[in-house]
């Protein structure tokens, strides 16, 4: 989706300059070496950038190996995913600025990077800050830097995201 495209949309999705202007995110492009990532916990196709799979493969190796199942929600969403994802919320009669409480601008999240990965230990439900009381949250928070994981929101974060335990994100 080219910028034109965007703006297009946010017209479209009721997104107004101002808001765009308040997001403290940056932007954030789409690669282009996405490799196919298997199945995610409701068992949807999922794609993540090449580098961040092999760590994830890896990662998630290693949690197994300590008796630790770690699953994957989410990996890569491009923007016009997330243009969707609006959409329908819209559809659904929320309002823009609640759902962006919730949900990035499209552009501006980093799953369209391809590097991050919400995650599940199978117990409880996923996307829950309970996360946080799960032996997978405290295995990565101890482990998840061996391979460039690191959470992106932690609790009271400077970019006025929600905490979200379950958000890793791997830096090259
Ligand atoms: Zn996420």
């Not at 369209?112 to 032996?135: K, V, W, Y």
Request: with cysteine.
């Amino acid at each position: 989706m080219n910028n034109g495209n965007l703006k297009a949309k946010f017209q479209e999705l009721g997104i107004t300059n101002k808001m765009v202007e308040a997001c403290k995110l940056p932007f954030q492009a789409e690669p282009e070496d996405l490799v196919d990532a298997g199945f995610d916990f409701f068992g949807r196709k999922q794609k993540l950038a090449v580098n961040a799979h092999e760590a994830w493969i890896e990662m998630r190796t290693n949690a197994k190996n300590d008796g630790l199942n770690i699953h994957i929600v989410s990996g890569f969403r491009s923007i016009e995913y997330q243009c969707n994802l609006i959409s329908r919320k819209l559809a659904e009669g929320q309002r823009i600025h609640q759902i962006l409480l919730v949900n990035a601008i499209p552009g501006f999240s980093e799953h369209h990077t391809g590097r991050a990965i919400d995650l599940h230990s199978g117990e409880g439900t996923p996307l829950d800050e309970a996360f946080e009381n799960e032996p997978a949250f405290f295995w990565l928070s101890k482990n998840a830097a061996k391979f460039n994981f690191f959470l992106s929101y932690p609790k009271d974060n400077s970019d006025g995201i929600i905490y979200e335990p379950w958000h890793w994100c791997y830096q090259d």
